[in-house]
């Protein structure tokens, strides 16, 4: 028993030591130093879970707690033991994919044995809180974030408390995340996280031009968008525009008509005084209404909840007075609308409902992991339909600072209908600031129909140019053409060298 006590007191002393290791120290008030007692973690392909992280980690640090806050990709079991709490925010992107930066993270090794206690017995881990970020219309919801969660129980981890999954920037999910971060924090009062207006400004909806009349495609539309206060002409090329959609004004008509509730009745609405209706045209409104029959207006709209936002790639830089997006109009077979379509409520809002003039609240969030190498190395551009719209931004940004080894293989359909911006590129071309432009079009019946299929012809090319240490950046469809983009590239310069690249930061997608 002697003994048996003296290697435990030894291997406690060993964990201390781990801990001391790999726990970072703050400073306190009085100039002294603490180390940190949380962890927040992130996994960010748009970057997202990155704001999401640092918001959480600033309410914490709020109620003077020492947080350090990671990409999970530096985070291993040992650095992990050193905290008493460790807060993951994690999202899945693609079919069940972890975001770029974190493709490395040990999680994403563990097969079946996950759950298996690790042997040798590692230092005591902290109680972790999960918070999933993922998109229900895709194969994988949440999927890495669940395979980190059986990672950190297989490392004896235990949850602080259930799991929360986020659909979309589903505020509900978000809300419950908030309150559990601010318990956490001892309720001290915080901006709620899931509030949807929190950095929203208004802007005003200046023009949009339909790019593709004619097309065999869903309508694509350049759309302008100018901001009530100059200040807000702050973001880089990579950067995404939050939206907060709005239903048509015939929508809310038809769905406040089967309750049946005065559309013109006064209600406080996100600490505003207006009208049913147009409180309505900001939220959900569920098709199943019975269950909310005898609700008072102020009610109603307290009941539901707030339409998710939507994302857009900013296709301009600042200098232009203006946020560009290109924005496809979703549409959906609907026998109960007038034309036997109905639009996606982002996309309808900004490509038909909202008139010139209307104001439509917007948020620029950073995507750092987008953002454009600060030298003038090659860049290889590589995206299909509005894909384009994040790469457009890249080329101004370089254009402007006078770097012209660039490429830019992009495809679309039809060369006589979506040829998206073709003016503007073969400009840049003849300015020599686009060095190289290979445009595909798949349905022109030519050999080359998929951007993948370009990247192939000119493989040698491609390999040139990452020895001549380009970065490569691929923005478009996870669907349609993420994976195939990808697959060629680990085709053209092995999956290793494909790996290295990413680590190295010379592989980034924005990817949706």
Known sequence: MAMAGGVILSYAAMCMAVRATHRRTHATNDGSQTPASVLVAYASQTGRSEELAAQSAATLRYAGLAVDLEPLEVIDAAR??????????????????????????????IASDAATPPSPPMPPMPHYAMLALGDRRYAGFCEFGHRVEDWLRGQGAKPLFESIEVDDNDAGALHRWSTQVSSLAGNLAQPDLASHRLGFSPWTLEARTLLNPGSVGGPAYHVCLTPMNAGALDWQAGDIAQIRPRHAAGVVSAWLRRLPLDA????????????????????????????????????????????????????????DGRIELLVRQARHADADAYDGVSLGIASGWLTRHATPGASVEVRVRSNRAFHAPDDDRPLVLIGAGTGLAGLRAHLKSRIERGWGANWLIFGERNRAHDAFHVDELARWQDLGMLQRLDLVWSRDGARLRYVHDAMRIHAALLREWVLADAAI????????????????????????????????GRYRRNIY
């Open 80 to 109: 992990l033991s050193g905290y008493e709490r460790a807060l993951f925010i994690v999202s899945t992107t693609g079919e069940g994919d972890a975001p770029d930066h974190a493709a490395r993270f040990p999680g994403r090794a």
């Open 473 to 504: 950046y691929v923005c478009g469809s996870a669907a349609r053409m993420g994976r195939s983009v990808e697959t060629a590239l680990a085709e053209i310069l092995g999956r290793a060298e494909l790996d290295a690249l990413r680590v190295a």
């Open 264 to 319: 013109h009745a006064p209600i406080r609405c996100e600490g505003a005084l207006t009208t049913l209706q147009a409180a309505l045209a900001s939220r959900v409104l569920p098709s199943d209404v019975d269950a909310l029959r005898g609700y008072t207006p102020q009610e109603l709209v307290d009941t539901l909840k707030p339409l998710a936002t939507r994302d857009y790639s900013i296709s301009s830089l600042p200098e």
